[in-house]
């Protein structure tokens, strides 16, 4: 999965890893979840130390009967980093989503 902002891999049932490929996503960004479910969500490349927002959506476009409705929020989480830059989110994650990631 390559987004403008970010890049990854996601395993059905298994963890969703996220990486900055732009000096600006460490601030934050938009990606789009593959339909496959996740045990749980990593994203590398951000700022150390600080909260940021994680607002998860149904996807613009979805073949998926399962997706959520295009642009309404599923879920808004807050999570902070740790002193590497690192956000871990230990929760299970429906696929088909849109997440934008903001720096707060």
Do not use: W
């Not at 395993?11 to 479910?37: K, M, N, Q, T, Y």
């Not at 999570?79 to 230990?90: A, E, F, I, S, Y």
Request: contains cysteine; glycine residues 8%; neutral net charge.
């Amino acid at each position: 999965m390559i987004e403008r902002s970010h890049a990854g891999a996601v395993s059905d049932h298994g963890p969703c890893v996220l990486f900055a490929i732009a000096e600006s996503a460490r601030h934050g960004g938009e990606v789009s979840l593959p339909d496959s479910v996740c045990t749980s969500l990593t994203i590398s490349s951000l700022e150390p130390n600080k909260v940021y927002e994680l607002r998860f959506y149904g996807p613009n476009v979805s073949s998926s009967p399962t997706a959520g409705l295009p642009g309404v929020e599923k879920e808004l989480l807050r999570v902070q980093t740790n002193p590497h830059g690192v956000l871990r989110l230990d929760k299970s994650i429906a696929g088909n989503l849109r997440v934008r990631i903001a720096e707060l």
